[in-house]
């Protein structure tokens, strides 16, 4: 997995103007280069210790797991990565990519802001110019963040089309690559996208899912029963599912955002709610109409708020190896507060999804229980966005 | 059917966009539903009538990934008084009745929403000639290109200025009626000049194809097609078409100045 022409299964591929096609193979081959290179791996560990703060501690959330019923509640804590989230990950490994290329000039779209920080943070950090694309809406939701971007030296570009959020983002950085592109790496924000960013993506994040595996079997002496993770676009949870997929009796759970409930179709829970089609140049599950034209989404988290899926996730579904639930705005912000008054960690309202869906599992497994819950990103970025929903319920 | 065998037996494409001399063959572009079913209708009649070698229909999307903000504002407002790809392709028929043969351009995931198979028979009922889909490169194109192929639609494909000389051949090959060459590293959208690098990539096309060239992407005024003109076989324009509708104005008026130059 991925096939040589970048499929899982049906899903995946390159469905892209042709302008791209030379650039992506470009891509691939300096990626499958770097990646089998032991000094190339070497930085890039390196700079995962000193930068980023890896590896990331495993946590033991024990007041959590006491108010869920007493199954044992451990967290990856993603959310102590520089930036506050696992963002980072990707954008430090792709600019240093990009840098072995020979790209001088940056581009990202981003949805909560937290990837558009990351990338910006690692331009900063080898010295790029970086340029960041993001929706109207979701520069007022994460206003903090555009700050911070630009703090960094990124210029923040408004993109007002569509419907301002993440999906309208992306289309406008994929168009700003077709218009730059010998000049231009784009820096993706997820598993998503045409092939190889799907690999790549996933090969960048997997380090969340590695350490988690070996720190879980020296802390606990055992596997855990289920691992959770939230999905977007779903590189935190492809990051951390790849380590245990092939653990055949450690069930995964990838959480979507039900916005206002799934039936009343504000949501973007995209393998719930969608069917396969196209979007930002692969084949995987898509919220759509009947004509074939994307949705709108809504979620209270920006950084969920996307109406396409990785391709690699659309496989599992129909493999039925990871099973794929949602979770509406009240539950996510009832778990984010549950955490940040029980465990003195303020969650980002992405990962609140999974901690919301794991008191479910918590009942059902019982007190000799063991869920381990990749906790993503923090969430000072969201108090704007909990105070505004308090206020309106 | 091979591309070859669509040749063999005279796609409509091919033989009007071949012409004599220098003289180019213009194709004008309409977007279905833009800025409503009607109007759309009579653009693309009324460029038939004043002599367009072909006319090209676009399909509102709400991601248009190769289309800069013209033709974006013009989808999103086709969107929003409800266009669907059925509408799309009985305005393409409205038009085919003009007699010109006529294009659909249409993204991809439409098609596959719509299934692949039942879109080629609407299409090829409704009398359209050919597909042109822009974020389906050629190596993704079997399990569409198939069924366009058997309903007798020839299929375009688009060559890039980064496409390297394998890719145009496998391109070229895939490709029935004409090839599209995207003249600059970008989306659609008017421009001052054209690309330097221009005669260059239409040079490098017409050494791998005996197919008409069809140059599009940023076409705007009489004295870009003049340069065009006996470099390659056709000239497609959008966006100044639909900068002038979204403006108020008549877009046959710049129509017509375009055709002058092009004879
Ligand atoms: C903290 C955090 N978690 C999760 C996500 C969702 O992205 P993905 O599904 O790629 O992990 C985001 C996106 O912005 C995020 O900021």
Redesign the pocket.
Same mark, same amino acid.
């Given at each position: 997995m991925p096939t040589q022409t970048g499929r899982f299964g049906p899903y995946g591929g390159q469905y892209v103007p042709e302008t791209l096609m030379a650039a992506l193979a470009e891509l691939e081959s300096a990626w499958v280069e770097a990646w089998s290179d032991a000094a190339f791996q070497l930085e890039l560990r390196a700079q995962q210790h000193a930068f980023i703060g890896r590896p990331t501690p495993l946590y033991s959330a024990d007041r959590l797991s006491e108010e869920f019923g007493g199954a044992r509640l451990h967290l990856k804590r993603?959310?102590l990565c520089h930036t &506050?989230? *696992?963002?980072l990950n990707n954008a430090l490994g792709q600019v240093m990519l990009a840098r072995r290329m020979g790209k001088a000039r940056i581009i990202a779209e981003? /949805?909560? &802001?937290? *990837?558009g920080v990351a990338a910006a943070t690692a331009c900063a950090r080898f010295g790029l110019e970086c340029v960041v694309f993001m929706g109207r809406e979701d520069m007022r939701r994460q206003s903090v963040n555009v700050r911070r971007m630009r703090l960094l030296g990124a210029e923040v570009r408004e993109v007002t089309l569509g419907t301002g959020t =993440?999906k309208d983002a992306t289309s406008e950085a994929i168009r700003d690559w077709v218009a730059n592109v010998a000049s231009t790496h784009y820096v993706i /924000?997820? #598993? +998503?996208g045409p092939h190889p960013y799907p690999e790549l +993506?996933r090969e960048l994040?997997r380090v969340i899912g590695d350490e988690a595996r070996d720190q879980y079997l020296a802390a606990e002496g055992r596997l855990p029963d289920i691992v959770i993770?939230? +999905? @977007? @676009? /779903?590189?935190?949870?492809? /990051?951390m599912f790849t380590a245990f997929v092939g653990d055949q009796d450690v069930r995964l759970v990838g959480v979507e955002a039900a916005g206002r409930g799934v039936e009343t179709g504000l949501h973007a829970a995209s393998l719930t709610g969608g069917r396969p089609g196209v979007l930002h140049g692969s084949y995987s599950y898509v919220l759509q109409t009947e004509d074939g034209q994307v949705k709108p989404t809504h979620s209270i988290? #920006? &950084? =969920?708020d996307?109406p396409g899926? @990785?391709p690699e996730h659309a496989f599992l579904r129909d493999l039925e190896r990871v099973e794929y639930t949602a979770v509406t705005d009240a539950e996510a912000v009832a778990a984010f507060k549950l955490c940040t008054r029980l465990e003195g960690i303020i969650p980002? =309202?992405?990962?609140s999804h999974a901690l919301a869906r794991a008191r479910g599992f918590a009942e059902e497994l019982g007190p000799s229980g063991r869920i381990l819950i990749c906790l993503? &990103?923090?969430g000072d970025?969201d108090l704007d966005s909990v105070e505004e929903f308090d206020d309106q319920h | 059917m091979t591309s070859t065998e669509a040749r063999a037996q005279g796609s409509r494409l091919e033989l009007t966009l071949h012409r004599p001399g220098d003289e180019l063959a213009l194709i004008p572009y309409t977007m279905a539903g833009y800025p409503d079913r009607s109007r759309s209708i009579e653009h693309g009649r009324a460029y038939a009538r004043a002599g367009a070698a072909a006319i090209e229909v676009g399909v509102p999307y709400s991601d248009p990934l190769a289309d800069g903000p013209v033709v974006q504002r013009a989808g999103q407002a086709a969107l929003e008084v409800g266009t669907t790809l059925a509408d799309s392709i009985s305005i393409a028929a409205a038009i085919a009745e003009e007699g010109a043969p006529v294009v659909l351009m249409t993204y991809v995931n439409p098609i596959l929403s719509h299934g692949a198979q039942r879109f080629a028979t609407d299409a090829a009922r409704a009398g359209i000639a050919g597909v042109i889909i822009p974020d389906l490169p050629a190596e993704e194109s079997e399990p569409l290109a198939d069924p366009l192929r058997a309903a007798g639609l020839d299929t375009i494909f688009l060559v890039a200025p980064t496409s390297p000389d394998a890719r145009i051949r496998n391109i070229v090959q895939q490709s029935s009626g004409f090839v599209y060459c995207v003249t600059l590293a970008g989306v659609t959208g008017p421009r001052a000049e054209l690309d330097p690098g221009l005669e260059g990539l239409l040079l490098r096309l017409l050494a791998a194809t005996t197919l008409p060239v069809a140059a599009g992407f940023g076409i705007a005024t009489p004295v870009h097609l003049r340069r065009l003109r006996g470099k390659a076989d056709a000239a497609v324009v959008a966006s100044a078409l639909l900068a002038r509708i979204h403006a108020g104005e008549e877009p046959l008026t710049l129509a017509e100045e375009l055709l002058q130059a092009c004879r």
């Open positions: 993603e959310d &506050g989230a *696992h963002k981003t /949805g909560a &802001g937290q *990837h =993440l /924000g997820s #598993a +998503v +993506v994040q993770a939230c +999905v @977007g @676009g /779903g590189s935190n949870a492809i /990051g988290s #920006a &950084g =969920l996307y899926v @990785g980002a =309202l992405e990962p993503s &990103g923090r970025k | -």
